[in-house]
């Protein structure tokens, strides 16, 4: 019978890989999470799904805080290889929390650094994060979303950076992401008008991997890819993403010398030694992950 583990406090457990998703709760990872759940459906493949249906889960700081948390937890866990967040059929978010915000003053934004968590604990997460939307993604909402290393989403998702109407600009990265992944033609369009577009529209534009038919096949799409993913050395994956998102930052000829200083550095590993040996051996590898 195949199975896979989740980690318990007392050590790994193994679950028959035939019990539906939802069965598989990620034991260590959930000491009382209240807006999101975490379970882990394949082997290697950590998956997230925030749950906060009554306010299309809105992005307020306890959801941040539960979400940091599960994040850390994957990116500590030697079993898991790569990271799954999604949402509801609805909502993926519908942005950050208004209500939350509205009262803010400057002091309180700016001074507490307010939604500065929400990027920190994206770009602390080495592993790879695939976000899965459908319905709306709306600002902190796209943002998020764009936050993950590959985007997938379904037809009907609906996309936008409506900040705009509310007085304010995107806050976590929207004008930013937005502008790298479809060109600053179509990201001003959308930000300075706050327009939605849809997933069928984020895919040809670039902005999404792939689009799904229906949200099922898209959270289905993702957890598989991800599981990919997670079968491959960690550490050749862990580069691999380092060396593509450097190229957001750097220059050419910076990004050209930094992805062969990864390159060579590889040759240090074990797994460079397992990859190389068992394709020129007809073998199928066995990861060290070292
Ligand atoms: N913040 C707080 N609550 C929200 C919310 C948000 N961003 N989005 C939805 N909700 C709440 C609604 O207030 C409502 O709560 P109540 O039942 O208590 O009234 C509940 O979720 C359901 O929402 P609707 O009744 O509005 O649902 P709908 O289907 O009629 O409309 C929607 C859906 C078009 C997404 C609409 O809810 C909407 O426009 N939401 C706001 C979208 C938005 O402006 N997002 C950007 C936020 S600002 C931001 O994100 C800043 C940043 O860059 C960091």
Redesign the pocket.
Known sequence: MSAFRISTRAGYTLIPASLPRVARPYSSAAPSFEHITVSTPKPGVGLITLNRP???N?LFTPLGLELGDALRRFEKDDSIGATVITGSEK?FA??????EMKDKSFADAYGRDF?QMWTDFVHATKKPVITAVNG?A????C?LAMMGDILYCSKGARFGQ??I??G?L???G?SQRLTRAIGKAKAMELVLTGDNFTGAQAEQWGLAAKVFETPAECVDGAIATAEKIASYSRIAVKAAKEAVNKSQELGLRDGYDHERTLFHGLFGSKDQKIGMTAFANKEKPQWSHE
């Not at 709306?138 to 909402?141: A, E, T, V």
């Open positions: 009554k306010a299309l809105a909502a519908a942005g950050a929390d208004i209500k939604i709306y709306l600002g902190g909402g943002e409506p900040e109407k509310l304010v995107p806050g976590m929207g």
